[in-house]
């Protein structure tokens, strides 16, 4: 059984002509039941690929190709969960100190945060290839033998790519003689950029608009062939019917990748607390002192509803974040900062009582689960209206300050 | 110092100038809409006739041996631009005082061109060049340089502080005055710049206001002024009017060879040469053809057509014998198909070429002469079809296109091999063209046998396919899967030959094809 480990969707932002669903799609159609995603410099398409995934019960593997120094990329594989937080950490290094588009990570880097993941000699872009161009079969086999020191032996494999070229088979002979030499195990893949043959068109389209010329300009830049399609496993093995290991090797490989997107691990992080509270301590703190200013001290409804909100969010370890909420809209109210708390948060008592929002669920006998709820395995999300402007901008000011530049970002989303 | 340059008689010498065949002619220039046409300029030979201006044309046609011409406006400009082209050639300070005249800053000039008469007599020289009859005078200050080439023929130096003596026996009409200025100092018996500078300054003033106190100064010779320097122009065209259209072209070449040599002329001033020549006709609106048409069409067809063609020089040059060979060779390969009325040439500018060569480079044919000969070898075989075969870029098998040859050696800089790379053994493959068709036989989608050029090779190994496909947005989209097939050949009894091909299926065609055998 053959399993495709080298694909780019078209959040390769131009190299890639196919949406991460629409791989996931036609990778259940040709009978495959795992693949892995390896966009240029970042993980955007992985959600979208893992819920695609999920969806028809395939398995996602996640990865990236990362740009080096030289310009030739990394194509990575992650293997765990701390191989994941090493990949995105070494991508949000590289974009921030780089603009847009731009930006490698340097070698001592990868070093250090090579842990948990593989590392693939890649296709035209990858490793190999580019010592094979600038310095020959000897440059080829140093570079190679700088992957095993990066990562280990164990996680380096020699990648190989037929799409029906010429000059491609000369360059997979070399990887070939280097894997034969250093016993690295060969694997086959089709360096996807495509779902379906007739993308192609899109791919094309695509490098032109990166390279800024016209269809009947852009000559050489553009595909040769329509081979960098999804191809069934069939087809890959009779491509590879002289390297049968190759095709054996994505298997294991495949199962090596433990990590799937949705064991991420992640926690929400702490409010910084004054000595001798706990998380928990200090939110029920807060929570009744701002029961009393809203219910008064004899309201026996109020009071259990707290009690049970104050309950799930202890076991759902949620403590941090709505304090650190609660913090924000403190803030607010001592600059004279109109904020105001909306959606589904005003569902909950806790978040009543924390002065977050202002309608009363209890009296307004509100649904709180429609907010926070076990069963649904969701993440609350709060959304605060601020006042536009420079009061906006105080409020963000603020919170930079207090959780640190990379504790806090800004994003923005497109509604379609 | 300033000379002051005139070309006498303007409208004349333009004429002249666009029909040299004039120039010992009696020519009388006519304008105005007819019949209401007089003449607006006549030659010194055709004044003694008793041509005058403003006389009807009917009456100056009474005149034997008189003959008359239509003014062109086009041919002054022409002229205009050539006086002002002379100008530059000698000084980057040049005004553009009239149609008629310029004035040259000649300051520092002296070690170039020698004194201050070798630089006038330059002037002159290259007027004639130019086609142009020219007054040139050096003096002091623009005023007196000026005035005094409207008086003088020929080249005159007038030193310092003698402008007043050199001007006084010229009539006062030197200074460009107006009809009633005339008038008053003809009243008063003044007809020479001596005699006006004579009077009384002041009482000059009380009666002529202050243009009498100007004329005062520029008939002593005390015309200082600042000098408004004109910007050098880029453009270098000429034009042609013509009474009757020229269909043929022999004497379309007559004619093509005097703009040339006019076009030349005005390079060689400014010492440019031509990179490309950009030819314009205007050509004879088609009557005949419309007369049983609409009215649209009719009005459509009495617009007049025009024909362009562009002719693009390997080397920059400006030898009008070798640029008329060149657009004959041209027009006879794609004539204009129409009588021409008007002609216009452009030449787009660039630096003389350098001709010394490196010692150890091989010799080249001359530039112009590769030229003219490729010129005429594309009127025999076709243009697009003469030139160096140039490899597209595009992954298309084979695609090449036909550039221009060009002759000029490039210096290039040798990659040297990347140091360790391996040494690579190419095989060469010797391409047939036309490809030879051939039919395969197909066991599991791979060839078994090629049948091609009466012969039947059974495939002994295969390599590919290698799949190529493109221009796909094209009606002419491409798609191949080529293969390199050892066949094996039987010559005689037992006896085989095997040998190593490229063939190919081309999935537009639905056909298999012989490319090439590898050596």
């Given at each position: 059984?053959?399993t495709?480990?080298?694909?780019?969707?078209?959040?390769?932002f131009?190299?890639?002509g196919?949406?991460?669903?629409?791989?996931?799609s036609?990778?259940?159609?040709?009978?495959?039941?795992?693949?892995?995603?390896?966009?240029?410099?970042?993980?955007?398409?992985?959600?979208?690929f893992?819920?695609g995934?999920?969806?028809?019960r395939?398995?996602?593997h996640?990865?990236?190709?990362?740009?080096a120094?030289?310009?030739?990329?990394?194509?990575?594989?992650?293997?765990?969960?701390e191989?994941y937080?090493?990949?995105?950490?070494?991508?949000t290094?590289m974009?921030?100190r780089?603009?847009k588009?731009?930006?490698?990570?340097?070698a001592?880097?990868m070093?250090?945060?090579?842990?948990?993941?593989?590392?693939?000699?890649?296709?035209?872009?990858?490793?190999?290839?580019?010592?094979?161009?600038?310095?020959?079969?000897?440059?080829?086999?140093?570079?190679?033998?700088?992957?095993?020191?990066?990562?280990?032996?164990?996680?380096?494999?020699?990648?190989?790519?037929?799409?029906?070229?010429?000059?491609?088979?000369?360059?997979?002979q070399?990887?070939?003689?280097?894997?034969?030499?250093?016993?690295?195990?060969?694997?086959a893949?089709?360096?996807?950029?495509?779902?379906?043959?007739?993308?192609?068109?899109?791919?094309?389209?695509?490098?032109?608009?990166?390279?800024?010329?016209t269809?009947a300009?852009?000559?050489?830049l553009?595909s040769?062939n329509?081979?960098?399609?999804?191809k069934?496993?069939?087809e890959m093995?009779?491509?590879?019917?002289?390297?049968?290991?190759?095709?054996?090797?994505?298997?294991?490989?495949?199962?090596?990748l433990?990590?799937?997107?949705?064991d991420?691990?992640y926690?929400f992080?702490d409010?910084?607390?004054?000595?001798?509270?706990?998380?928990?301590?200090?939110?029920r703190?807060r929570?009744?002192?701002?029961?009393?200013w809203?219910?008064?001290?004899?309201?026996?409804?109020a009071?259990?509803?707290?009690?049970c909100?104050?309950?799930l969010?202890d076991?759902l370890?949620?403590?941090?974040y709505?304090?650190?909420?609660?913090?924000?809209?403190?803030?607010?109210?001592?600059?004279?900062?109109?904020?105001?708390?909306?959606?589904?948060?005003?569902?909950?008592a806790?978040?009543y009582?924390?002065?977050i929002?202002?309608v009363?669920?209890?009296?307004?006998?509100?649904?709180?689960?429609?907010f926070l709820?076990?069963?649904r395995g969701?993440?609350?999300?709060?959304d605060?209206d601020?006042p536009?402007?420079?009061?906006?901008?105080?409020?963000?000011?603020?919170?930079?300050?207090?959780?640190g530049?990379l504790?806090?970002?800004?994003?923005?989303?497109?509604?379609t | 110092?300033?000379?002051?340059?005139?070309?006498?008689?303007?409208?004349?010498?333009?004429?002249?100038?666009?029909?040299?065949?004039?120039q010992e002619?009696a020519?009388?220039?006519?304008?105005g809409?007819p019949?209401l046409?007089k003449?607006?300029?006549?030659?010194?030979?055709?004044?003694?006739?008793?041509?005058?201006?403003?006389?009807?044309?009917?009456?100056?046609?009474?005149?034997l041996?008189?003959?008359i011409?239509?003014r062109s406006?086009?041919?002054?400009?022409?002229?205009?631009?050539?006086?002002?082209?002379?100008?530059?050639?000698?000084?980057p300070?040049m005004?553009?005082?009239?149609?008629?005249?310029?004035?040259?800053?000649?300051?520092?000039?002296?070690?170039?061109?020698?004194?201050?008469?070798?630089?006038?007599?330059?002037?002159?020289?290259?007027?004639?060049?130019?086609?142009?009859?020219?007054?040139?005078?050096v003096?002091?200050?623009?005023?007196?340089?000026?005035?005094?080439?409207?008086?003088?023929?020929g080249?005159c130096?007038?030193a310092?502080?003698?402008?007043?003596a050199?001007?006084?026996?010229?009539?006062?009409?030197?200074?460009?005055?107006?009809?009633?200025?005339?008038?008053?100092?003809?009243r008063?018996?003044v007809?020479t710049?001596?005699a006006?500078?004579a009077l009384?300054?002041?009482?000059l003033?009380?009666?002529?206001?202050?243009?009498?106190v100007?004329?005062?100064a520029?008939?002593?010779?005390d015309?200082?002024?600042a000098?408004?320097?004109a910007?050098?122009?880029?453009t270098?065209?000429e034009?042609?009017?013509?009474?009757?259209?020229?269909?043929?072209?022999?004497?379309?070449?007559f004619l093509?060879?005097?703009?040339?040599?006019?076009?030349?002329?005005?390079?060689?001033?400014?010492?440019?040469a031509?990179?490309?020549?950009?030819?314009?006709f205007?050509?004879?609106?088609?009557?005949?053809?419309?007369?049983?048409?609409?009215?649209?069409?009719?009005?459509?067809?009495?617009?007049?057509?025009?024909?362009?063609r562009e002719?693009q020089?390997?080397?920059?040059?400006?030898?009008?014998?070798?640029?008329?060979?060149?657009v004959?060779?041209?027009?006879q390969?794609?004539?204009?198909?129409?009588?021409?009325?008007?002609i216009?040439?452009?030449?787009e500018?660039?630096?003389?070429?350098?001709?010394?060569?490196g010692?150890?480079?091989p010799?080249?044919?001359?530039?112009?002469k590769l030229e003219?000969?490729?010129a005429?070898?594309?009127?025999?075989?076709?243009e697009?079809?003469?030139?160096?075969?140039?490899?597209?870029?595009?992954h298309?098998?084979?695609?090449?296109q036909?550039?221009?040859?060009?002759?000029?050696?490039?210096?290039?800089?040798?990659?040297?091999?990347?140091?360790?790379?391996s040494a690579r053994?190419a095989?060469s493959?010797?391409?047939?063209?036309?490809?030879l068709?051939?039919?395969?036989?197909l066991?599991?989608k791979r060839?078994?046998?090629?049948?091609?050029?009466?012969?039947?090779?059974?495939?002994?190994?295969a390599?590919?396919?290698?799949k190529?496909s493109g221009e796909?947005w094209?009606?002419?989209?491409w798609?191949q899967?080529?293969?390199d097939?050892?066949?094996?050949?039987?010559?005689?009894?037992?006896?085989?030959?095997?040998?190593?091909?490229?063939v190919?299926?081309d999935?537009?065609?639905?056909?298999?094809?012989v490319?090439?055998?590898y050596?």
């Amino acid at each position: 059984m053959y399993t495709e480990l080298h694909a780019r969707s078209a959040f390769s932002f131009l190299e890639g002509g196919s949406t991460p669903e629409d791989l996931v799609s036609v990778c259940a159609e040709r009978g495959m039941e795992t693949m892995a995603l390896l966009d240029r410099d970042g993980v955007y398409g992985a959600p979208r690929f893992h819920l695609g995934a999920k969806k028809i019960r395939l398995r996602a593997h996640i990865g990236a190709e990362v740009t080096a120094a030289d310009g030739w990329r990394y194509p990575l594989l992650v293997e765990t969960r701390e191989g994941y937080q090493n990949l995105c950490r070494l991508i949000t290094r590289m974009k921030m100190r780089a603009k847009k588009g731009e930006g490698h990570v340097f070698a001592k880097e990868m070093t250090k945060l090579g842990g948990g993941l593989i590392c693939l000699t890649g296709g035209e872009e990858g490793p190999l290839t580019h010592a094979l161009l600038h310095g020959g079969a000897a440059e080829a086999e140093r570079r190679v033998h700088e992957l095993c020191e990066t990562f280990g032996r164990e996680n380096v494999y020699v990648e190989l790519q037929r799409h029906l070229c010429r000059h491609e088979e000369a360059r997979n002979q070399a990887a070939l003689a280097i894997a034969r030499k250093m016993k690295l195990p060969l694997l086959a893949t089709n360096g996807v950029s495509y779902a379906q043959p007739p993308q192609r068109e899109v791919l094309d389209v695509f490098t032109c608009i990166r390279h800024h010329r016209t269809l009947a300009t852009a000559g050489r830049l553009l595909s040769r062939n329509c081979e960098r399609h999804l191809k069934s496993p069939e087809e890959m093995k009779r491509l590879f019917a002289d390297l049968p290991e190759a095709i054996t090797n994505t298997q294991e490989l495949s199962a090596r990748l433990g990590f799937v997107l949705s064991d991420l691990g992640y926690k929400f992080p702490d409010y910084p607390m004054p000595d001798g509270e706990t998380q928990t301590s200090f939110l029920r703190k807060r929570t009744y002192e701002g029961m009393l200013w809203r219910y008064g001290g004899g309201n026996e409804r109020a009071r259990q509803q707290l009690e049970c909100e104050l309950a799930l969010i202890d076991k759902l370890h949620l403590e941090g974040y709505f304090l650190i909420v609660w913090d924000i809209v403190r803030f607010c109210r001592e600059q004279d900062i109109l904020v105001q708390g909306r959606g589904s948060a005003a569902n909950s008592a806790v978040c009543y009582a924390l002065g977050i929002t202002a309608v009363d669920p209890v009296g307004m006998e509100l649904l709180f689960d429609r907010f926070l709820s076990e069963e649904r395995g969701e993440w609350p999300d709060i959304d605060l209206d601020l006042p536009s402007g420079d009061q906006r901008e105080r409020a963000i000011q603020y919170v930079y300050e207090r959780y640190g530049k990379l504790g806090a970002a800004m994003t923005a989303n497109v509604i379609t | 110092m300033f000379a002051g340059v005139f070309a006498e008689n303007f409208l004349v010498q333009a004429a002249v100038r666009g029909e040299p065949g004039l120039q010992e002619c009696a020519l009388a220039l006519v304008d105005g809409a007819p019949p209401l046409a007089k003449v607006v300029a006549a030659s010194e030979a055709a004044r003694r006739m008793g041509v005058e201006i403003g006389m009807p044309k009917a009456t100056a046609a009474q005149f034997l041996g008189v003959e008359i011409r239509v003014r062109s406006l086009t041919l002054e400009k022409s002229a205009h631009a050539a006086l002002l082209d002379l100008g530059w050639s000698i000084s980057p300070r040049m005004e553009d005082t009239a149609v008629d005249t310029v004035v040259v800053d000649v300051a520092g000039l002296g070690s170039i061109f020698g004194d201050e008469e070798a630089i006038a007599g330059e002037l002159l020289k290259r007027g004639r060049a130019c086609g142009l009859r020219l007054n040139v005078v050096v003096a002091a200050n623009i005023g007196a340089a000026l005035t005094a080439a409207r008086g003088i023929a020929g080249t005159c130096v007038i030193a310092r502080g003698t402008e007043a003596a050199r001007l006084s026996g010229l009539p006062v009409s030197v200074l460009l005055l107006s009809e009633e200025m005339a008038e008053t100092l003809e009243r008063w018996g003044v007809r020479t710049c001596g005699a006006l500078a004579a009077l009384p300054v002041l009482e000059l003033s009380e009666r002529l206001g202050q243009e009498g106190v100007r004329l005062h100064a520029l008939a002593r010779g005390d015309g200082a002024r600042a000098m408004i320097v004109a910007e050098p122009g880029h453009t270098f065209e000429e034009e042609m009017e013509l009474d009757d259209a020229v269909e043929e072209l022999e004497p379309l070449s007559f004619l093509l060879g005097r703009l040339l040599d006019q076009l030349c002329g005005r390079l060689a001033a400014r010492a440019l040469a031509a990179s490309v020549i950009r030819m314009r006709f205007e050509l004879e609106p088609a009557f005949e053809k419309a007369i049983e048409a609409k009215k649209e069409i009719v009005r459509a067809k009495n617009l007049p057509g025009v024909f362009e063609r562009e002719l693009q020089l390997p080397v920059a040059m400006r030898d009008a014998k070798m640029l008329l060979k060149l657009v004959r060779l041209r027009l006879q390969a794609n004539p204009p198909g129409a009588p021409i009325v008007k002609i216009r040439l452009a030449a787009e500018t660039a630096r003389t070429r350098v001709t010394q060569n490196g010692l150890f480079l091989p010799s080249f044919p001359d530039a112009e002469k590769l030229e003219l000969t490729i010129a005429r070898i594309a009127n025999v075989v076709g243009e697009g079809n003469v030139g160096v075969a140039e490899r597209m870029d595009t992954h298309r098998v084979d695609a090449f296109q036909v550039v221009k040859f060009l002759a000029a050696v490039e210096e290039r800089d040798y990659e040297m091999p990347a140091r360790g790379a391996s040494a690579r053994i190419a095989m060469s493959c010797r391409i047939f063209r036309p490809v030879l068709a051939a039919k395969v036989e197909l066991e599991a989608k791979r060839p078994v046998r090629v049948f091609f050029a009466g012969m039947r090779g059974d495939v002994a190994a295969a390599a590919g396919p290698w799949k190529t496909s493109g221009e796909w947005w094209r009606e002419d989209a491409w798609q191949q899967e080529e293969w390199d097939l050892e066949l094996v050949f039987r010559v005689g009894r037992g006896e085989s030959e095997r040998r190593l091909y490229r063939v190919y299926y081309d999935a537009k065609c639905e056909g298999w094809f012989v490319r090439g055998v590898y050596d």
